[in-house]
C-alpha cells in the first residue's frame, strides 16, 4: 500500500479526532516525506539531529518539525532556530540548555516532559517525584525561552493491554494531578504525546493528543 493509502486508513481507525498526527519519518527519505505532505499531513517527527537537519531544508517551510526520542545537550543548537516542539525532554540539565539555545534564537520553543511511565527499565525520562520537587522549588520559573505544555510516555513494549492501558491512564492522571497545583507561567499543561504504530488506539482511550505514528505509515524501518 501507498504511504498515502495507509494514512488514510490510519485517519479511519481514529478514536478520538482532537489528536494530532505526528508523522514518524525516521530513516526514510525525503520523497517519502514529501509524498505524507502531499497528503496533507504538516507535522514530521524525526529522532535524530542529523537526520533533522539534513531533511528540513529540502522540504516546504510550512512542515512543523517534532523532536521525539532522546536529544543529546551539545545538539540543541543545531534545531533551536526552527524546531516545532521538543517531546523527549528527559532532564533538567537539557531543559537549561533549550532554554539558552532558544534564548540565542530569540524564540520561545514548546517542549513537552517525558514522563518514565513504563515497567521497563528505560534510561530516559523524568519519574513523577522528580517533577514535583521541581515544581516545588520553582526550577521552571527562571526559565522564561521554554514552555512546557504538555507530558510525553512511552508505555512498555508487550502484548499485555491492560499494562499499557494504565501506563498511558497514569500519565493523564499526573497531568490532572499537576493542573491542581499551583504552575508557573511557562508550564501549561494540555499535550499527551503518548501512542505509537502498535497502541495508539488504546493511547487515544486514555486521552493522547498527539500520537507518533512511523511504520503505520511509512512501511518497517531498516537500520543499517
Ligand atoms: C520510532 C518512534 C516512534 C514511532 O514508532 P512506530 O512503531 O514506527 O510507529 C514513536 N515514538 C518514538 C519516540 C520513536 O522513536
Not at 497502541?199 to 531498516?222: C, H, P, W, Y
Request: include cysteine; charged fraction near 30%; charge should be neutral.
Amino acid at each position: 500500500m501507498s504511504i498515502k493509502e495507509n494514512l488514510s486508513d490510519l485517519k479511519k481507525k481514529f478514536k478520538k479526532f482532537d489528536c494530532l498526527l505526528v508523522a514518524v519519518s525516521k530513516t526514510k527519505p525525503v520523497a517519502d516525506i514529501q509524498e505524507a505532505y502531499d497528503a496533507g499531513i504538516r507535522d514530521f517527527g524525526e529522532n535524530k539531529v542529523q537526520e533533522l537537519v539534513d531533511k528540513q531544508p529540502q522540504l516546504p517551510d510550512d512542515i512543523q518539525w517534532h523532536m521525539i526520542g532522546h536529544l543529546q545537550r551539545n545538539k540543541v543548537k543545531y534545531i533551536a532556530p526552527f524546531i516545532h516542539l521538543i517531546h523527549g525532554v528527559d532532564t533538567f540539565k537539557l531543559l537549561k540548555e533549550i532554554n539558552k539555545q532558544a534564548q540565542k534564537a530569540e524564540r520561545v520553543i514548546p517542549c513537552l516532559l517525558q514522563i518514565h511511565i513504563a515497567k521497563e527499565e528505560t534510561k530516559f525520562g523524568f519519574d513523577e517525584e522528580e517533577v514535583l520537587a521541581l515544581i516545588q522549588e520553582k526550577a521552571f520559573d527562571e526559565l522564561k525561552n521554554i514552555r512546557i505544555i504538555g507530558l510525553m510516555g512511552m508505555a512498555t513494549n508487550t502484548e499485555n493491554e491492560a499494562i499499557v492501558r494504565a501506563e498511558f491512564g497514569g500519565l493523564k492522571k499526573f497531568m490532572d494531578q499537576l493542573n491542581t497545583l499551583e504552575l508557573p507561567e511557562n508550564l501549561a499543561l494540555k499535550e499527551l504525546s503518548m501512542g505509537m504504530s502498535g497502541d495508539f488506539l488504546l493511547a487515544q482511550e486514555e486521552g493522547s493528543t498527539m500520537v507518533r505514528v512511523g511504520s503505520a505509515i511509512f512501511g518497517k524501518r531498516n537500520y543499517r
